[in-house]
């Protein structure tokens, strides 16, 4: 299984950044994904989850209401789309697929991971 993280970059706060994950190598629609971010110093931290059929979501408190995660199943393809985006969303986002198909807050049922994508923002 890979996933390939894609769209970050660097934006002045207040901006909008939409990052992609495409996977391949197994079903795509069988299992639920999911977004976690690290920053300097600090360990993989939850952003949002998306069960298998996109129906369930999931985001951490702090950032609800700015973030949409999505999936396209016949894209293979999962969303994040980032608005009102502060300095403190600074970090590399990860985009991972966990083992069973509802969505999950637990960095431990993620089995595989994308290899990241940089995302800084300027106060």
């Known amino acids: 299984v890979q996933l390939q993280a894609s769209g970050g970059g660097s934006v002045q706060a207040g901006g909008s950044l939409r990052l992609s994950c495409v996977a391949s190598?197994?079903?795509?629609?069988?299992?639920?994904m999911g977004w976690f971010r690290q920053a300097p110093g600090k360990e993989r931290e939850f952003v949002s989850a998306i069960s298998w059929n996109g129906g369930s979501t999931s985001y951490a408190d702090s950032v609800k209401g700015r973030f949409t995660i999505s999936r396209d199943n016949a894209k293979n393809t999962m969303y994040l789309q980032m608005n009102s985006l502060k300095p403190e969303d600074t970090a590399i986002y990860y985009c991972g697929s966990q083992s069973g198909s509802f969505l999950s807050r637990i960095r431990a049922v993620y089995d595989y991971w994308g290899q990241g994508t940089q995302v800084t923002v300027s106060s």
């Open positions: 190598g197994r079903t795509f629609s069988g299992y639920g």
